[in-house]
């Protein structure tokens, strides 16, 4: 299939908007996180075509289906002498996830030589069961750096049917114990994902296998109704389906198609059934006006829902699509040209507006340009229940300026959730809904469901990001934001066991041909290199219920009214001390003690003109002029 479309038009189209980052002649790593990354391949002009790895990992260690290599393989990789030199420690986790043989270390090294069974696991294929065995009763993972996002220790924990029943330091191992040995290895709260979108591409199972097999424990999965479905009728299909097919724990978001009576009732039904994530967008088919949008905000604020919205402006990208139609650019480089970033920009803009006027939680979801995410981080000084939610391609895969603002916003602490919005595409479906021939034709959406907490890890490989603000942007405040922290998101007592062992030796490079969804032919993260692949462990899949008003995005909410309806403390008239007596008048302010007018406003005579920039009442420091030399002589000041 041959688009028509030069490819240096593309580059030059995307070099304009966000400058060329196709200038460089390395390939193959991470933007801001390595020396140079990834860019989109081409065959023989097919801009949907797939590249096939020339150093696809055949190693003796790694099977045809097994895509993490050792140091023996790290020629294959092409990584050069300047890179550490990693072996790969043991995988026994993600290898069973492939259905390899999954070993655990032997139970004699942990306690003194006494009598235990040692505990071996072989999964011939992925089943629906935890993978550390459910044979045994209880699961001990020994010797990990065990990281929170408030802190690290080195330690065991003992788990008990899916649940965390101890964390500390040499910890007795009962009997009947599955024994995990993390010594060298990193323990981390599994991922928490909340925007992906599956059964598009790839269904809920393949969806969640990938999930679990980068790390993720916990997806919110998007449910969109059909025109002749109620909001209620189609969280009762679509969860129906989850129950049997997902491998992973999960919640749902739901999208809002239109905006009447009807779907604000259904949204208060939603809520008694552990939706609280509503999703609104401002383009396309399921686009809301101002208005619907406003009311839509009063809702999720009076039911103590969150608003997840996706900043764009329709109107303005119709616009621009119908103009390039009429110059007949209808290649995929048109859905870059007809959303250029100054439409977010405007977007982000009016849903901040939007979220300080009615003070609700909202997520920004989506967001990639750089205006629009200072436009987010200064909203954020005051008001912290708005939250700016970018994807891990837009983090990974644009051009280095952007990515740089990106992760210094996210480690700054103003992007707070980074999530993957996986919504997979095929060449097969592209072509069936003729993007071929128009890029209108083609549904947005990229992979990231599996690659994630990888990508996000090559940042702490790197030394450019904590560990513990790592499993912050990775899980903990996607939990606190949807209130099931500390279930999901710490690893403590009572929490659930949802935790992904990471091995900072391991390397891995990403390909279409070895990721876990089988049902997608396309990955955007093609040929990029990252470290510390996960070995994961977690409970029983099953459907995670949210409750309205989650404490910690309401209690922003609160203190910004609280601090609102407080009088400005550089009021008109200055108090009198340890008196009842009435406030006299406060003589800094000169004329503008004045009333305002009976519209109002400001005196006619009034002004805020000065001819002196700084405070007449406080003292002049005076400057000094130094008359000899240092070491000897005097000096005087100027007045």
Request: hydrophobic share 35%; charged share 25%.
């Amino acid at each position: 299939m041959n688009l028509g479309i030069n490819k240096t038009d593309v580059m030059s189209v995307m070099s304009s908007r966000r400058g060329n980052f196709y200038q460089d002649d390395e390939e193959g790593a991470i933007p801001v996180l390595g020396s140079n990354r990834s860019r989109p391949h081409y065959v023989n002009g097919d801009f949907f075509g797939i590249v096939v790895d020339d150093d696809y990992c055949a190693s003796p260690i790694c099977s045809s289906t097994d895509s993490i290599c050792s140091e023996s393989s790290s020629n294959i990789l092409g990584i050069g002498d300047d890179h550490d030199k990693e072996t790969t420690g043991d995988s026994s986790q993600m290898r069973a996830v492939f259905g390899l043989d999954a070993t655990v270390a032997s139970v004699d090294e942990a306690k003194n030589n006494e009598s235990f069974k040692e505990a071996s696991t072989t999964l011939t294929s992925l089943q629906s069961l935890p993978i550390f065995s459910a044979t045994y009763e209880n699961t001990f993972i020994k010797g990990g750096s065990i990281a929170n996002d408030d802190g690290i220790i080195v330690g065991d924990i003992l788990i008990r049917n899916g649940v965390i029943e101890e964390i500390g330091e040499s910890l007795d191992i009962p009997e009947d114990s599955e024994i995990i040995d993390a010594k060298g290895k990193y323990v981390i709260p599994g991922g928490v994902d909340i925007s992906v979108n599956l059964g598009i591409t790839d269904d809920i199972e393949d969806g969640t296998k990938a999930a679990l097999a980068g790390g993720t424990t916990f997806v919110m999965d998007l449910i969109v109704p059909k025109e002749d479905q109620t909001l209620t009728n189609a969280f009762d299909n679509y969860k129906n389906k989850a129950d049997n097919e997902s491998y992973c724990d999960y919640g749902f978001r739901v999208a809002i198609p239109q905006w009447d009576k009807n779907v604000s009732e259904e949204m208060s039904r939603l809520i008694d059934r552990g939706v609280i994530c509503f999703k609104a967008y401002m383009s396309d088919s399921m686009s809301l006006s101002a208005n619907e949008i406003i009311e839509f905000l009063n809702k999720v604020k009076s039911t103590g829902a969150i608003a997840q919205v996706h900043a764009e402006n329709g109107e303005i990208i119709a616009e621009n699509q119908k103009r390039l139609a009429a110059k007949n650019i209808k290649g995929p480089e048109g859905h870059l040209m007809s959303r250029p970033e100054e439409v977010e920009e405007e977007a982000v803009n009016t849903l901040i507006s939007f979220a300080k006027e009615i003070v609700v939680p909202i997520v920004i979801s989506g967001m990639s340009g750089k205006d629009a995410i200072d436009l987010v981080a200064q909203a954020r000084d005051t008001c912290k229940f708005i939250v700016g939610e970018p994807s891990i391609s837009a983090m990974c895969v644009d051009d280095s300026s952007t990515s740089m603002k990106l992760w210094s916003e996210a480690i700054n602490g103003n992007l707070e959730i980074i999530s993957s919005h996986h919504h997979t595409n095929s060449i097969s479906i592209k072509r069936s809904n003729g993007g071929d021939q128009d890029y209108r034709n083609i549904f947005p959406g990229v992979n990231g469901i599996e690659e994630r907490l990888s990508l996000l890890w090559e940042k702490v490989h790197w030394g450019e990001l904590k560990i513990e603000d790592f499993v912050k942007i990775s899980s903990s405040n996607a939990a606190k934001l949807l209130g099931i922290y500390p279930q999901k998101g710490r690893m403590k007592k009572g929490s659930d066991a949802d935790i992904t062992i990471i091995n900072p030796k391991n390397i891995k490079k990403i390909s279409s041909k070895t990721q876990t969804s089988t049902k997608s032919d396309f990955n955007i993260f093609q040929g990029m290199k990252v470290h510390g692949i996960p070995e994961v462990s977690r409970r029983l899949e099953k459907y995670i219920k949210c409750s309205p008003f989650p404490k910690y995005i309401y209690n922003h909410v609160n203190d910004y009214e609280s601090s609102s309806n407080q009088p400005d403390d550089f009021g008109l008239t200055t108090p009198r001390s340890h008196s009842d007596a009435a406030p006299v008048m406060n003589t800094r302010l000169g004329i503008y003690q004045r009333p305002v007018s009976a519209h109002g406003i400001r005196n006619q005579q009034d002004s805020t003109f000065s001819l002196s920039s700084t405070n007449d009442s406080e003292k002049k420091k005076p400057g000094v002029k130094i008359t000899a030399p240092s070491g000897g002589g005097y000096s005087r000041g100027f007045w």
